[in-house]
T-cell receptor
Framework: KAGVTQTPRYLIKTRGQQVTLSCSPI?????VSWYQQTPGQGLQFLFE???????NKGNFPGRFSGRQFSNSRSEMNVSTLELGDSALYLC???????????????FGPGTRLLVL | KQEVTQIPAALSVPEGENLVLNCSFT??????LQWFRQDPGKGLTSLLL?????REQTSGRLNASLDKSSGRSTLYIAASQPGDSATYLC????????FGKGTMLLVSP
């Protein structure tokens, strides 16, 4: 079974530009979560989508947005890029357990974004 | 506010040693607990998931336990190998994950 894929793997942008990152979950997984990883803050939750609906959102400004398509693929968008947005953006997919909790989260390789 | 703390931040051991990585939390709400490893510049690899109703999980040389009353989890690695060198992260959550800062492990041949 193919794992979580993310595109592109590397990206260089300048301040003020916008960027769109893509994530394809493991086949059959309907939950997709996004995380930002930086050396200073570590891993921080951005948002979670399940069946095309945003279920949870982390403490990030409105410049960060996302969506999920009917095939469970997800995109996240960052508008008006700032230097501090330079980070590794990780996507994870999972199935839902009977309890309603998320099952094991499987992460993709990430997209490394550098903002100049 | 940091809800998940991992100690130690870094650990260096010779090959063959058994070791324990620690993870603690500030609240005792219902949650699952997941351990990951991350190799430099790479994504996260899931190691073990302990559901809220469970106390431990085992996979090969790895054993993870969860004590919700004390807000602590430990990852035990038996007979460590150089290939175990990586950063180990614990994360708690039910529908979203809150991560610790990780323990950087180096196993020397």
């Amino acid at each position: 079974k193919a794992g979580v894929t993310q595109t592109p793997r590397y990206l260089i942008k300048t301040r003020g530009q916008q960027v769109t990152l893509s994530c394809s979950p493991i086949s059959g997984h309907r939950s997709v979560s996004w995380y930002q990883q930086t050396p200073g803050q570590g891993l921080q939750f951005l948002f979670e989508y399940f069946s095309e609906t945003q279920r949870n959102k982390g403490n990030f400004p409105g410049r960060f947005s996302g969506r999920q398509f009917s095939n469970s693929r997800s995109e996240m968008n960052v508008s008006t890029l700032e230097l501090g947005d330079s980070a590794l953006y990780l996507c994870a997919s999972s199935s839902r357990l009977g309890t309603g909790a998320q099952g094991t989260q499987y992460f993709g390789p990430g997209t490394r974004l550098l903002v100049l | 506010k940091q809800e998940v703390t991992q100690i130690p931040a870094a650990l260096s051991v010779p090959e063959g040693e058994n070791l324990v990585l620690n993870c603690s939390f500030t609240d005792s709400a219902i949650y699952n607990l997941q351990w990951f490893r991350q190799d430099p510049g790479k994504g996260l690899t899931s190691l073990l998931l302990i559901q809220s109703s469970q106390r431990e999980q085992t996979s090969g040389r790895l054993n993870a336990s969860l004590d919700k009353s004390s807000g602590r989890s430990t990852l035990y690695i038996a007979a460590s190998q150089p290939g175990d060198s990586a950063t180990y992260l614990c994360a708690k959550g039910y529908s979203t994950l809150t991560f610790g800062k990780g323990t950087m492990l180096l196993v020397s041949p």
